[in-house]
T-cell receptor, first 111, second 115 residues
Framework: ETGVTQSPTHLIKTRGQQVTLRCSSQ?????VSWYQQALGQGPQFIFQ???????GRGNFPPRFSGLQFPNYSSELNVNALELDDSALYLC??????????FGEGSWLTVV | SQKIEQNSEALNIQEGKTATLTCNYT??????LQWYRQDPGRGPVFLLL?????KEKRKERLKVTFDTTLKQSLFHITASQPADSATYLC??????????????FGSGTRLSIRP
């Protein structure tokens, strides 16, 4: 158990819809990162939040957005869903960036 | 842009032997290199981190080497067991090269240990 919990674990959405994924980080961890992992691929960095501010972004379009709350929990929002957005979305939290803890992920299927 | 390559084929090893996984990268050397284990349908689990000024790191049956000249890291599991079967991900941490810590993952190597 890493102490990082994600919800929902599985969901199915229709193309064009919007989705919100949630992450509760390990207690005291002030840095949260989100990753997208397609089948058979490694995780791809989406963005990172540090103390409620976005602190780095990967090559993802603006329809991928996020939030971090004062308790360091986080949300990933994806608008105008496309079929290629189907993937495992992983949240990772860390305190000192030397050890990073991943959640079990949210499986998103876009049909 | 930075690229990471891991053993493209799955690795099948006899129980008790040493499994060796390779991670090669291009362009600049990372500040840190990490190895993760990922089981099917689960999130990655952090195993080891090695810094650019370290040549080798050990943890129980695991050993990681980091050669910045060859731009390569090797990950060894000694006395391998069927329970070690999983996908192993190599990740480069660009910390220090940008304002954010941005970890770049390889696509992973699937390791199978047969009894």
């Amino acid at each position: 158990e890493t102490g990082v919990t994600q919800s929902p674990t599985h969901l199915i959405k229709t193309r064009g819809q919007q989705v919100t994924l949630r992450c509760s980080s390990q207690s005291g961890h002030n840095t949260v990162s989100w990753y997208q992992q397609a089948l058979g691929q490694g995780p791809q960095f989406i963005f990172q939040y540090y103390r409620e501010e976005e602190n780095g972004r990967g090559n993802f379009p603006p329809r991928f957005s996020g939030l971090q709350f004062p308790n360091y929990s986080s949300e990933l929002n994806v608008n105008a869903l496309e079929l290629d957005d189907s993937a495992l979305y992983l949240c990772a939290s860390s305190l000192d960036l030397n050890t990073i803890y991943f959640g079990e992920g949210s499986w998103l299927t876009v049909v | 842009s930075q690229k990471i390559e891991q053993n493209s084929e799955a690795l099948n090893i006899q129980e008790g032997k040493t499994a060796t996984l390779t991670c090669n990268y291009t362009n600049y050397s990372p500040a840190y290199l990490q190895w993760y284990r990922q089981d099917p349908g689960r999130g990655p689990v952090f195993l080891l981190l090695i810094r650019e000024n370290e040549k080798e790191k050990r943890k129980e049956r695991l050993k990681v080497t980091f050669d910045t000249t060859l731009k390569q890291s090797l990950f060894h599991i000694t006395a391998s067991q069927p329970a070690d079967s999983a996908t192993y991900l190599c990740a480069l941490d660009r910390r220090g090269y940008s304002s954010a810590s941005k970890i770049i993952f390889g696509s992973g190597t699937r390791l199978s240990i047969r009894p």
